[in-house]
């Protein structure tokens, strides 16, 4: 099977070993393949669950047909990432896939594991990222354990605690970028650009081809019954050019003949893509971010373009959801026992509104992809939830008699 880079603007091609992302154009760059195998490779998919081997134990390098092809991959394993079914009123099938359950507790490992394995074939030295915590953390522990140097770029004091103590512990070296992530993210492109070092921001296509797994591994868990809806956050749209182009190769070799819509969540604070889709993707803007959900606080998308396709090509839709709103839905899915960062439960919050305007109807049958855990943003927490501590003595009696108060 061939694998090279084509842009989507112009057509052009390049070899996959280029470490180039953009077209002479400057359109944007995706993986391609001669060929994918047909249905027939569902049963392999299957047998691969129960295997030991380490590349069928990953999320990710299980469905490697779907891949670009690599004889080390740099794993954990990753992926292995569960579905739960959620209980909310007027929802009958309404079901959340938790990408907060990988090794570094978010779905970026999915696509890490893919950018540093090519990174490492291709021989690079050094890995870069510009982040708002989840990319960083991510990128740091695989490129430690393919021994390679990490450096980060963060917007100043504009990261999670958690996610920045991910990245220092696994040895990125990181520098701070006084102004956003916009701002970061231009540093990270020049620097890499002028000293050879790897990006692996999303605007990395091969990076993407990882996070496809997540469309896959949920159909998969579905046993191959097609949802109707895939709901998403968004903020620089890697996870929705990945799924669009999931669902563009799974429909293409045969796999699924039903495509579900994909809607992506933009906090409104955030939401240049939200605003391009509501003037028919006539024009795009971007904005100056502002949203309580820091993992999609990005104003300026690099996949824009490749987001707009998936769109389209599923007739999905694009919707904002307020501050205020995706802290309600956080409530919710942290008190069923899931819990999540705030930008993953942009992914409910926009559920909820759509269910409410009439276009997601109760009975379909819906999947909500979380992309990263509670322990991400856990500053946030006391500000969703009241804290329930109670000073008590050490004396039993006391404690005793509070309980036989407050138990139901």
């Known amino acids: 099977m061939k694998q090279y880079l084509k842009c989507i603007r112009c057509g052009r091609v390049y070899p996959l070993h280029d470490t180039r992302f953009r077209c002479d154009c400057g359109g944007l760059l995706e993986v391609r393949y001669s060929h994918f195998p047909g249905p027939s490779i569902v049963d392999t998919w299957e047998k691969r669950t129960g295997s030991r081997e380490p590349l069928d134990q990953s999320g990710v390098w299980r469905y490697r047909e779907f891949l670009i092809r690599s004889s080390n991959p740099v794993t954990y394993p ?74 980060v770029f963060l917007p100043s004091g504009r990261i999670a605690a958690g996610k920045l103590a991910q990245a220092v512990a696994y040895g990125a070296t990181i520098f701070e970028v006084m102004g956003d992530f916009d701002d970061a993210m231009n540093m990270v492109v020049k620097v890499s650009k002028e000293l050879g070092i790897y990006l692996l921001n999303s605007l990395n296509p091969v990076r993407l081809e990882g996070q496809k797994t997540i469309v896959i591994d949920t159909l998969h868990q579905l046993d191959w019954e097609i949802p109707d809806w895939i709901i998403l956050p968004g903020g620089n749209l890697g996870n929705t050019s990945a799924f669009g182009k999931a669902l563009m190769e799974l429909k293409e070799a045969g796999i699924i003949t039903k495509v579900p819509r994909l809607a992506t969540i933009q906090a409104l604070g955030a939401a240049p893509f939200f605003r391009s889709f509501v003037n028919g993707f006539k024009t795009f803007q971007p904005v100056k971010a502002e949203t309580v ?11 824009f373009e490749k987001a707009k396709a998936g769109i389209q090509f599923t007739k999905g839709i694009v919707e904002a959801v307020t501050d205020r709103e995706i802290l309600d839905a956080k409530r919710i899915l942290d008190r069923s026992g899931i819990g999540c960062e705030p930008a993953s439960a942009a992914s409910l919050a926009g559920v909820l509104k759509l269910y409410k305007m009439g276009v997601i109807k109760g009975y379909e049958r819906i999947v909500l992809i979380l992309t990263g855990n509670l322990l991400k943003d856990p500053e946030i927490v006391p500000k969703v939830h009241d804290v329930r501590s109670i000073r008590v003595s050490s004396r039993f009696e006391d404690i005793r008699g509070i309980l036989k108060e407050v138990i139901p």
């Open 293 to 303: 959900a820091t993992a999609i606080r990005i104003g300026n998308p690099v996949n």
């Open 78 to 151: 990753e992926g292995r990432t569960n579905l739960y079914k959620l209980g909310v009123d007027g929802f009958e099938n309404l079901y959340v896939k938790h990408e907060g359950e990988n090794p570094t507790g978010s779905f970026k490992d999915r696509g890490m594991t893919v950018g540093i394995t090519h990174a490492k074939d291709l021989g690079m030295k050094a890995v870069a990222c510009a982040s708002t915590g989840n990319t960083s953390a991510s990128m740091a522990a695989y490129a430690a354990r393919a021994g390679i140097k990490a450096f």
